[in-house]
């Protein structure tokens, strides 16, 4: 469970988050939506304790993560962006992940499902940038936590990686655990989503289903739902 309560956050003049107040009890798939600047990525790193809050309160499964850093052990993340060390290969980085988290992980299974094996001894630097990011899905999936981050999983994916990537995502919604994913492949999120959470100018604009959001909305259409949340018109 994640409970944020009038969660605030500054960077100078900028005021990025104004008072979340978000609760996440129900299992399953939770998309968080909302356009540049709307406070995604920082309500997330906030969820990560790597953006510490000017105010509020963030809990997971009842306990502040407010100078408590081994909640971050419930929680397997996928950023948006991967840096990589670019002199590693892709097994010395696994290894080196499994090693930090000192767990074992089920990594074998996602090389083969990826079909990474061929990289395995090749340097992180050399690879594409959908291998890169079949091998960031394999960091972010192969530890059994009961919190799933995923920021832009799609990007850089094959047709066949990303229908492997969605039967991954179902299994561990099987397993009765919370996945937040942030996505702008607004087909990905109707197939996968639960719940969407929509951000606008650091607030929660919207909470609920897709279908509510379409009657909210009025519209039959996902997108232009989201649109119409953006414009306050019917598109």
Same mark, same amino acid.
């Not at 009765?176 to 197939?191: A, D, N, P």
């Given at each position: 469970?994640? +409970?944020?309560? +009038?969660?605030?956050?500054?960077? =100078?003049?900028? +005021?990025?988050?104004?008072?979340?107040?978000?609760?996440?009890?129900?299992?399953?798939?939770? /998309?968080?939506?909302?356009?540049?600047?709307?406070?995604?990525?920082?309500?997330?790193? !906030?969820? #990560?304790?790597?953006?510490?809050?000017?105010?509020?309160?963030?809990?997971?499964?009842?306990?502040?993560?407010?100078?408590?850093?081994?909640?971050?052990?419930?929680?397997?993340?996928?950023?948006?962006?991967?840096?990589?060390?670019?002199?590693?290969?892709?097994?010395?980085?696994?290894?080196?992940?499994?090693?930090?988290?000192?767990?074992?992980?089920?990594?074998?299974?996602?090389?083969?499902?990826?079909?990474?094996?061929?990289?395995?001894?090749?340097?992180? @630097?050399?690879?594409?940038?959908?291998?890169? +990011?079949?091998?960031?899905?394999?960091?972010?999936?192969?530890?059994?936590?009961?919190?799933?981050?995923?920021?832009?999983?799609?990007?850089?994916?094959?047709?066949?990686?990303?229908?492997?990537?969605?039967? #991954?995502?179902?299994?561990?919604? !099987?397993?009765?655990?919370?996945?937040?994913?942030?996505?702008?492949?607004?087909?990905?999120?109707?197939?996968? !989503?639960?719940?969407?959470?929509?951000?606008?100018?650091?607030?929660?604009?919207?909470? =609920? @289903?897709?279908?509510?959001?379409?009657?909210?909305?009025?519209? /039959?259409?996902?997108?232009?739902?989201? /649109?119409?949340?953006?414009?306050?018109?019917?598109?």
């Amino acid at each position: 469970m994640i +409970q944020i309560e +009038q969660l605030h956050k500054r960077f =100078g003049k900028n +005021q990025v988050l104004k008072g979340i107040d978000l609760s996440i009890t129900q299992k399953g798939i939770v /998309a968080i939506l909302g356009p540049n600047g709307s406070g995604k990525t920082t309500l997330i790193k !906030a969820i #990560l304790g790597m953006v510490i809050p000017n105010k509020g309160k963030l809990l997971v499964d009842n306990v502040s993560i407010k100078k408590n850093w081994k909640y971050r052990d419930q929680i397997d993340y996928l950023p948006q962006i991967a840096n990589f060390p670019p002199n590693l290969t892709v097994k010395e980085l696994i290894a080196m992940i499994k090693d930090v988290r000192n767990r074992a992980g089920e990594d074998e299974k996602l090389i083969k499902l990826f079909k990474l094996e061929p990289f395995l001894s090749k340097k992180l @630097n050399t690879l594409s940038g959908g291998t890169k +990011q079949k091998v960031n899905l394999v960091l972010s999936l192969m530890f059994d936590s009961p919190i799933i981050i995923l920021d832009e999983p799609t990007s850089g994916l094959d047709p066949i990686a990303l229908i492997h990537l969605k039967e #991954l995502i179902k299994e561990e919604k !099987a397993k009765g655990k919370i996945i937040l994913i942030t996505s702008h492949i607004m087909s990905f999120v109707e197939e996968m !989503a639960d719940e969407i959470v929509f951000l606008l100018e650091g607030k929660v604009y919207f909470k =609920g @289903n897709i279908n509510e959001l379409k009657l909210q909305t009025k519209t /039959a259409n996902f997108e232009h739902a989201i /649109a119409n949340l953006l414009t306050q018109e019917d598109v």
